[in-house]
């Protein structure tokens, strides 16, 4: 299952020490069931499988591969990081900087060159597509959720 391995990689880093206590503690009461029924684990790793073979993850994946195999899109990327950490750290002075309109003129270039690429493009659609349905899917379960949320002066209004 997916958070076996999660978890054993979790441990694996060093994460489960004396040091951090709660981590460990959160650690076994899951590895023992006793926070919660092992089956909600189970639908976890088939909701992720389906999301997986999903054709908005497949698009995402796909246009990713396409992005990255440009060699252009690279130098692009790298021109753009360049810039908007060169804007960064000139903008903490303001408008006033003199190398601020340099910088700022520099960004929007590097901005309008990355994004005026059609693999680039492809690849934020996907990438939108498939945030919008996790968006829609996240919220359903929240709202599941929150139908069964006990507070002090409330009980559980599912059975």
Not at 7 to 35: A, H, M, P, V
Not at 52 to 70: G, M, Q
Not at 118 to 136: D, F, G, Q, T, W
Request: a negative charge; aromatic letters at 14%.
């Amino acid at each position: 299952m997916f958070w076996q391995y999660w978890t054993s990689d979790w441990l694996d880093c060093g994460y489960y020490s004396k040091k951090n206590r709660k981590y460990s503690q959160r650690y076994d009461i899951i590895f023992s069931g006793e926070f919660m029924d092992l089956t909600l684990y189970e639908q976890a790793d088939n909701i992720i499988a389906v999301i997986k073979e999903s054709s908005a993850y497949k698009n995402v994946i796909d246009s990713l591969a396409r992005f990255e195999s440009e060699a252009n899109l690279k130098e692009k990327v790298n021109n753009f990081n360049q810039s908007k950490r060169m804007y960064e750290s000139v903008s903490i002075y303001g408008k006033h900087h003199p190398d601020y309109q340099c910088a700022s003129k520099s960004l929007v270039e590097a901005k309008a060159n990355l994004f005026a690429e059609p693999a680039y493009e492809s690849y934020l659609k996907s990438l939108k597509e498939i945030n919008e349905e996790l968006r829609v899917f996240s919220s359903e379960i929240e709202e599941a959720l929150r139908e069964c949320l006990v507070t002090k002066d409330q009980v559980c209004r599912k059975g």
